[in-house]
């Protein structure tokens, strides 16, 4: 695209600052910014105004609808479309949108996963506008971003409690600055960076796997003969096919004001990468979330499927998303900037220990923050960080903290100076932040960057419970330096203690290596969940909800309801991947077994009838093998059955969780090792559905 196209085009479908300037009265446009600005009260007058020209605007780009979108429980966003036409006495229409419309919506939303949320004598739910986050037009549609909540006030969605999360983490914040001095700033803010991982496969032979269809992953597939040993895919060249798809992407997002700035190629063979510019937390999230919608979409229109899932394929890697999160004041200043000399920069190593505090105090919320069945596939197996949560400082704050803690002076100690050994390349400063890919949380310099996330999983989560964990370090920190008689002193004290208590977490080494995982849970006590079903039920520890309650990110229900829905999740999408296996194992997998060695057999009986002395030898071995295998299938796959009829005996759903990891999980792979092995003995052309080979290296 042309520079002076990709400019025009930025933001082109977005009711932006810009837009609303120019279409709105000087009055309305500064009642709007305060709300935007300082969550204001919106008036029924001004709403109305901005309704009208939101729907102007959309309508001369071509909208005729306009949905409330909202991300609900599910994980994914949700829109119902309403058209802008109201009839009109002449018996011709009009376009129309009030302000009423714009505040408030009432989506029939029962369907909806609420927890036991939602009597039913109550089914409904409202969306409530979010005016921080501009509305947008999607296809024909003006999409304005809400909340979604029930008519107790309970939040049915995740970015209720993320708004919830930011102004606790703000209000904190607020208090730690005024008391080193800053009486100018306003607000404190988070903002995220998320890098988006993803497969893209050729659409034909998507629609030939039924796993992929059914579950987002393959659940069969032997290992092809090339993998991702030779790492000639990352940062590889961009094949044509996908670059197209990439221009196209970028040019969609770009439209709607995501600031898509980097791809390459990943590790895996037909894995990419996406990340956009850092944004405001909430509009991060929003816009992570009309990312993954959008790469899928602009993948049908080239033939190709994009998938999200965390683990699409076993033996490559599997695709995750990396949170890269700051705070930063509303002048821009980012308090996680540690400045010339970190050791001298209090407020930046109080901010950093209150992300080292509530670290280590919340493992287990990080962790539950991104569990899910996809996501248990790729945790600890070597290709992500492991299920033990640790922060990576690097050498030189590590090294300041240590001085911090012993009263040692730091011995500054310059940046070491990286040689290259190879005489062109210039000398250059080495980074003394991180590389470090294993670590699942890392200090990278100005921002930390948490890389536990699934590829699919919405960030919200995970920065709801960052954002409300950090607050609870703050509050802690604020509470005794507001009452401290010398603010110095009881500053260094705090310091040095929080380094002296929480320094277990602080890990620079090999996060992928078994030894730390023995050290992690035996010698620092750190906690190991590997598994959703794990992990989840502790979201209800004491502690958690206390903490959540206290900053008012949660109410307690809320609290129960989202354990409940999440376990309810894992298990749904477990039971839907066994019995996927049952149904391919039972209608392709043995047929095509038994055609091929049926026509094995039928080619050694040919042989014997031309001349009884020829051996049969090769034949009759696969044929007694195949056969073998196709009963031991049978048989396993009857088991898998059995294992998920039996999980309609468990109504807990704790007990169902723990069914499914123990019972479930290990016949799915039984049965799945042996379908592999006879795919690896099977003539090509039998094979029901396209191969691993097939699926990795079919985009050319
Ligand atoms: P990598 O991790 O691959 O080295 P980068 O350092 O380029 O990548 O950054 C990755 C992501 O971090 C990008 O989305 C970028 O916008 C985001 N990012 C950079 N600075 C900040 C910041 N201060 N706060 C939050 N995110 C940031
Ligand atoms: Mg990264």
């Known amino acids: 695209m042309e520079q002076q196209k990709v400019t025009d085009v930025f933001g082109s479908m977005v009711f932006d600052d810009r837009v609303m300037r120019s279409t709105l009265s000087e009055d309305i446009y500064r009642s709007l910014k305060k709300t935007i600005e300082q969550g204001a009260q919106l008036d029924l007058s001004v709403a109305n105004a901005v309704a009208d020209a939101m729907k102007e605007w959309a309508v001369s780009k071509g909208a005729t609808h306009y949905t409330h979108w909202f991300q609900p429980l599910t994980g994914i966003t949700a829109e119902k479309h309403d058209s802008f036409i109201t009839p009109s006495p002449d018996g011709r229409i009009i376009m129309e949108f009030s302000g009423k419309e714009l505040i408030k919506g009432e989506p029939d939303a029962s369907s909806f996963p609420s927890g036991g949320l939602r009597a039913t004598f109550e089914a409904r739910g409202y969306t409530a506008w979010d005016p921080t986050s501009y509305a947008f037009i999607k296809g024909k549609t003006l999409c304005i971003p809400t909340a979604f909540c029930s008519y107790g006030g309970e939040a049915l969605d995740k970015k209720t409690p993320l708004l919830r999360s930011m102004e606790a983490l703000n209000k904190q914040a607020m208090r730690i600055l005024r008391l080193f001095g800053n009486t100018t700033v306003k607000c404190v803010r988070t903002s995220v960076g998320p890098e988006q991982e993803y497969f893209l496969i050729p659409k034909e032979m998507y629609d030939k796997r039924k796993d992929l269809i059914y579950t987002g992953r393959t659940l069969f597939g032997a290992k092809p003969p090339k993998g991702q040993e030779l790492d000639d895919h990352y940062f590889g060249v961009i094949k044509p ?13 770009w439209k709607l004001g995501i600031l898509a700035k980097t791809e390459h190629n990943e590790v895996a063979p037909a894995q990419h990468e996406l990340a956009p510019i850092y944004k405001t937390t909430n509009i991060a999230t929003d816009h992570n979330q009309l990312t993954m919608e959008i790469m899928q979409k602009v993948a049908a229109r080239h033939n190709l499927v994009c998938l999200l899932h965390e683990k699409p394929f076993a033996g490559v890697n599997g695709s995750g998303k990396h949170n890269n999160w700051s705070i930063a004041t509303d002048k821009g200043v980012n308090l996680l900037t540690p400045g010339d000399t970190p050791e001298d920069n209090a407020q930046f190593l109080l901010f950093l220990c209150a992300v080292l505090k509530a670290v280590d105090d919340y493992q287990d919320l990080l962790r539950i923050a991104v569990a899910t069945a996809g996501n248990d596939h790729r945790l600890g197996a070597n290709e992500a960080p492991p299920a033990v949560v640790s922060v990576f400082l690097g050498d030189e704050l590590t090294a300041i903290l240590d001085a911090i803690e012993n009263d040692k002076p730091y011995s500054g100690r310059k940046k070491s100076v990286l040689k290259l050994g190879v005489d062109v390349l210039p000398y250059f400063q080495k980074d003394t932040t991180d590389r470090n890919r294993t670590s699942p949380f890392a200090f990278t310099g100005n921002k930390f960057e948490f890389r536990m996330l699934g590829s699919s999983n919405s960030i919200a989560c995970a920065n709801i419970m960052l954002n409300s964990a950090v607050a609870e370090s703050l509050k802690q920190y604020a509470d005794r330096l507001e009452g401290a008689e010398d603010f110095n002193t009881a500053l260094h004290a705090m310091i040095k203690k929080t380094i002296k208590d929480h320094k277990r977490i602080i890990f620079n080494g090999n996060g992928y290596d078994e030894s730390w995982i023995k050290e992690a ?150 049965l799945r090792a042996l379908a592999d092995e006879a795919e690896s003995m099977t003539a090509e052309k039998y094979w029901p559905f396209p191969t691993y080979g097939d699926l990795l290296f079919g985009v050319r």
């Not at 999740?569 to 095509?592: F, G, S």
């Open 241 to 253: 096919r996908v670059e197209a798809y990439m221009a196209d992407l970028n040019e969609e997002l």
């Open 521 to 670: 849970t035996e010698k620092r006590g750190l906690l190991n969940y590997r598994t959703t079903p794990d992990c989840m039920p502790h979201l209800l520890d004491k502690k958690n909800v206390d903490m959540l309650t206290a900053h008012g990110v949660y109410y307690e229900s809320e609290l129960k309801s989202r354990c409940e829905i999440m376990l309810d999740n894992y298990c749904k999408a477990v039971i839907i991947e066994a019995n996927t296996m049952t149904d391919m194992a039972l209608k392709q997998i043995i047929p095509a077994i038994e055609e091929y060695t049926t026509a094995l057999a039928e080619s050694a009986a040919k042989k014997k009838a031309v001349a009884e002395a020829i051996s049969c030898c090769y034949e009759q071995k696969t044929v007694t093998k195949l056969s073998v295998l196709i009963d031991q299938i049978a048989y396993r796959t009857e088991e898998l059955t059995a294992a998920v009829a039996s999980l309609a005996e468990t109504g807990d759903i704790v007990e169902k969780s723990y069914a499914i990891r123990d019972k479930v999980l290990p016949k799915m792979s039984q």
